[in-house]
């Protein structure tokens, strides 16, 4: 049967046991005993060509996580002992132990220190591994810009990175957090790429690419994560903001993300959770955010500061009421802002999503605007009911297109 923990004496592993459930630790050793025979080590231990394949990490990062998991011992052995206790503190740790092993896990040269070259490695083993499928497709293969743009949100001190920093980087690239913290699970829960639809359009026009739809995900659910589907592009509808809304239409409900290239070549945007439509006022919920995409990438989620998230304003003719779409921030003051001509707008450092200017400056010229609406696994069968255009889905059309313009209900 292999090692046995309860003739143990390592106090580490009696720890680590108590962390699981007795069917919990069965299938440990289930899990163990398969790898370690395809180790060919007569049940005694799994040997790291097998235990990176069971990870589907190679290279130096797949080599750390032998190195760490396996205690350090140099020995190419990984015993019973060495996956209970790697687990136990893998998965059922506290946060802060949990991103103390990923923290030592950057550590890919085995310095001490994770530097800039470390998350490089890092970044381009889990950028290989998810996307190596799709290398022939326009912008993909190499990865050294997305590699750098990761980089480029991360902090470094004498060209290291502190566990503080570690940290604060962990919440501006959730996606990376995600991708780490899963590597030992049995499931890919980790990389999940939402499939981008996009009919008629060419992919080499478009700013989402599937590197950045991965970075954004990292802040949504599982189920957020399936389809995004491509509802207006200005280089393909014209840059308007009444076509733009006119294509929101497609989304009559459910979230959005919109992306802006501006004329500095910086490319950012919003997570909206609400349908873009005609308010007075900010609306929207906790859900929506903000992030970066190049230069850096970056995402910033409200901080609770204020619950400005969300603006939509269509043929008011108040100052205080600027017409245009936008997140965060104040009135005249956004954290993003695009004017209703859609040729103009501003970004500022904002409260609500601590986000700092998204751009070069704060005065923006868009010369590209995407949004994509996120459809959520479970809207499969409504998907199926709006295609039928049924006289009730037709008259909710209608209705959302009056309100979007400001003429459903004269009396707002």
């Not at 630790?25 to 007569?42: K, V």
Request: hydrophobic content about 35%; aromatic content about 10%.
């Amino acid at each position: 049967m292999g090692n046995s923990e309860s003739s143990s004496s390592d106090p580490r592993f009696v720890s680590a046991t108590r962390a699981f459930t007795q069917t919990e630790l069965e299938d440990l050793r289930s899990l163990f005993a398969s790898l370690a025979a395809q180790s060919q080590s007569n049940g005694k231990y799994i040997s790291p060509s097998v235990f990176k394949g069971y990870i589907g990490i190679d290279g130096p990062l797949g080599d750390r996580v032998f190195d760490l998991v396996s205690q350090k011992r140099k020995d190419q052995k990984l015993t019973f002992e060495d996956l209970v206790i790697a687990k136990g503190t893998y998965e059922k740790g506290t946060k802060q132990d949990i991103e103390e092993f990923i923290y030592q896990l950057l550590d890919v040269s085995g310095d001490g220190t994770v530097g800039r070259s470390d998350l490089e490695v890092v970044l381009t083993s889990m950028l290989d591994n998810l996307f190596h499928q799709q290398c022939s497709e326009p912008k993909a293969g190499s990865h050294q810009e997305i590699v750098e743009v990761f980089n480029n949100a991360a902090n470094f001190t004498s060209d290291s990175m502190s566990f503080e920093d570690f940290q604060k980087w962990c919440t501006l690239v959730p996606a990376v957090r995600k991708y780490l913290g899963s590597l030992l699970m049995p499931s890919d829960s980790g990389s999940q790429v939402p499939k981008l639809l996009h009919p008629d359009v060419d992919p080499s026009h478009m700013l989402l690419r599937k590197e950045y739809a991965w970075h954004i995900g990292g802040a949504l659910s599982p189920t957020e994560l399936d389809e995004w589907k491509l509802l207006y592009h200005s280089a393909v509808h014209g840059q308007s903001f009444n076509t733009f809304l006119g294509h929101m239409l497609r989304r009559l409900d459910g979230p959005t993300v919109l992306i802006v290239k501006d004329r500095e070549g910086c490319i950012y945007g919003g997570y909206a959770s609400q349908p873009w439509e005609r308010h007075a006022d900010f609306y929207g919920d906790m859900r929506s955010f903000l992030f970066q995409l190049y230069p850096k990438a970056s995402i910033f989620r409200p901080t609770g500061g204020n619950h400005n998230l969300q603006w939509c304003a269509v043929n008011f003719t108040s100052d205080s009421i600027p017409n245009g779409i936008g997140f965060g921030g104040r009135v005249n003051h956004f954290g993003l802002f695009l004017s209703a001509n859609f040729d103009q707008g501003h970004t500022f450092t904002c409260t609500t999503f601590g986000s700092p200017c998204l751009s070069k400056t704060s005065k923006i010229y868009p010369e590209t605007i995407e949004c994509w609406g996120v459809v959520p696994i479970r809207d499969d069968q409504e998907k199926l009911d709006v295609a039928k255009g049924t006289v009730l889905e037709r008259f909710k059309e209608d209705r959302h297109m009056l309100n979007m313009v400001g003429l459903a209900n004269s009396s707002e």
